[in-house]
């Protein structure tokens, strides 16, 4: 009985590293897409504000 009772402590153990193994690895995966579409919003920005300045400058020079 004794050993039965070792290994559900054994596998608890294993199962809850595991879930907190996952849930770091998924909340790293979320933070990266978050990251990644911040900094595609911030190239997008960008261009549209270059795209508005060279609109200006072919304006003025018309």
């Known amino acids: 009985m ?3 009772n070792k290994t559900r402590t054994y596998l608890g153990s294993l199962v809850s590293i595991a879930g907190g193994a996952g849930a770091v690895l998924v909340g790293a995966y979320i933070f990266s897409r978050i990251k990644e579409k911040q900094e595609k ?3 997008m920005e960008r261009i549209e504000q270059i795209l508005q300045k060279l609109i200006e400058e ?3 020079k018309e």
């Open 41 to 43: 919003e911030t190239r």
């Open 2 to 4: 004794s050993i039965i």
């Open 58 to 60: 072919r304006e003025m």
